[in-house]
C-alpha cells in the first residue's frame, strides 16, 4: 500500500494549486483518503477527505478547496484556490478505513503561498 503526493510548489496570494495523491497496492475507491496538513511550528490538521461519494472539508477549506477522484487512475485530487498564506504548509494524503483514521501516509508535498 503506497500513497504518493505531488502538485505542491509556490503560488501568489489567490493563486490555485492541485494536489495529486496517487495510490498504489489497493484500490482507493472502497478506502478514505484524507489530505492533512502542517504548517511551520504548528499540529498538523485534516483538510479534506473523500470516501465512496461523501466529501468532508474542514472549515478553513470549505468553499475553496474541491476533493475528487479519477477512479481510472486510483487517483485523488485536492484542488485548491484562492490560497492564502496561511495555507503555507506541507499537505499530505493518507489512506485509512475512515476519514483522519489512517494507516498509511504519503511524505507530503510542500505548499507556499506568498507574494
Known amino acids: 500500500v503506497q500513497v504518493v503526493e505531488s502538485g505542491g510548489g509556490s503560488v501568489q496570494p489567490g493563486g490555485s494549486l492541485r494536489l495529486s495523491c496517487a495510490a498504489s497496492?489497493?484500490?482507493?475507491?472502497?478506502?478514505?483518503i484524507s489530505w492533512f496538513r502542517q504548517a511551520p511550528g504548528k499540529e498538523r490538521e485534516g483538510v479534506s477527505c473523500i470516501r465512496e461519494d461523501s466529501t468532508y472539508y474542514a472549515d478553513s477549506a470549505r468553499g475553496r478547496f474541491t476533493i475528487s477522484r479519477d477512479s481510472a487512475k486510483n487517483t485523488v485530487y485536492l484542488q485548491m484556490n484562492t490560497l492564502q498564506p496561511e495555507d503555507t504548509a506541507v499537505y499530505y494524503c493518507a489512506v485509512g478505513e475512515a476519514c483522519w483514521y489512517t494507516d498509511y501516509w504519503g511524505k507530503g508535498t510542500p505548499v507556499t503561498v506568498s507574494s
Open positions: 497496492g489497493f484500490n482507493s475507491d472502497y478506502y478514505a
